[in-house]
């Protein structure tokens, strides 16, 4: 009787073992392939639920259905101008053949190896065609900021100019998404997006753009200064012209005015002297006394003939002195 239950027992056991063995489970975010010996049978499983295969002999291998990423490493690259850059990409992508992926790829780490060379590839020839300017950048078109003091002139001189874009990083990314995603769909996977999460210069380079962009902004700074330095002594001559010119009217319209005056002061004079012969011989003293004052200040000496004018009015002063002195106290 003992003999018979270990005997059911163990019967019990291989039925359980078999049943476990023989039923399987495939999650929402899996797919799974049988293999038969390592070789799969049958079409891959794509539905979630409760499945069933042979024991002991088939074996499942579950993919991932879900969306992965594929980070890759900083790599550096040369772009169309010769500029050494540090370039860090990132994608999303997903299985969608998971048959071809199995028998190509077998697993996610070979997967993400074969991303590496493929993505790697392709970023290092669409960024050896673009030049830096069409990696970095995405909007075309760009209107410069100008300040609003500048001339017509300046202006038309095209100060601040950007440089045209093409295509631009959007376009960059497209390209390298459509040569990517042709050659990965042979390994049953669907390349979703790729973007570009870093664009770094190259550490050996990097000083010398850092100069290169130092020595462009001091030429442009010495070109403005040179321009503004051009426009101050413009305007320090039209300023010295000005008032050389603002001067010489102001001198002639004094002139002028001090012309017109001594003629109406002759006039007021002549009209108000020549009104009979004792005006005139009164003007004529009050000019030769003014004379006097203007001539004879101290310690001068004069030398003057006897029929001079000025020598008249002086000989009468002395003759008037010296009959003051002989009159009878």
């Known amino acids: 009787m003992k003999m018979i239950s270990v005997i059911i027992a163990g019967i019990f056991v291989a039925v359980a073992v078999t049943i476990s063995g023989s039923v399987y489970t495939v999650g929402e975010v899996e797919q799974a392939v049988i293999t038969q010996f390592g070789k799969p049978v049958g079409e891959p499983i794509t539905t979630a639920g409760l499945k069933m295969k042979l024991p002991f002999i088939q074996e499942v291998n579950r993919i991932d259905r879900r969306v992965l990423e594929w980070d890759g490493n900083p790599s550096d690259m ?44 392709e970023t290092r020839n669409a960024v050896a065609k673009h030049e830096l300017i069409e990696i970095i950048r995405t909007t075309k078109d760009r209107e410069p900021l100008r300040d609003t003091l500048l001339t017509d002139e300046e202006r038309a001189q095209n100060f601040g100019a950007l440089v045209p874009i093409e295509k631009g990083r959007a376009l960059v990314e497209e390209e390298i998404f459509a040569s990517a995603a042709r050659k990965v769909r042979v390994f049953g996977i669907e390349l979703l997006d790729i973007r570009f999460k870093r664009i770094n210069y190259n550490e050996s380079v990097r000083p010398k753009i850092y100069d290169r962009m130092i020595s462009e902004r001091r030429q442009i700074a010495e070109r403005f200064l040179s321009e503004g330095n051009g426009e101050a002594a413009r305007i320090r001559g039209n300023r010295v012209r000005d008032l050389n010119k603002i001067q010489s009217e102001a ?12 003629a109406s002061a002759a006039d007021i004079y002549a009209k ?58």
Request: hydrophobic share 35%; proline share 4%; aromatic share 12%.
């Open 78 to 121: 040369p772009t169309k101008d010769k500029l050494y850059i540090s370039v860090d990409l990132f994608s999303r992508w997903k299985i969608t053949d998971p048959l071809q992926y199995f028998l190509r790829l077998r697993d996610e780490r070979s997967a993400q190896s074969r991303l590496d060379d493929i993505l790697g590839s």
């Open 251 to 262: 001198y002639r319209a004094v002139e002028e005015i001090r012309g017109e005056a001594d």
């Open 272 to 329: 108000a002297y020549n009104v009979d012969p004792e005006a005139a011989e009164f003007y004529a003293f009050t000019r030769t006394i003014q004379a006097y004052k203007d001539m004879i200040s101290g310690g001068t000496t004069l030398v003057l003939t006897t029929d001079s004018d000025l020598f008249r009015y002086l000989r009468g002063m002395e003759t008037l002195t010296l009959g003051d002195a002989t009159s009878p106290q």
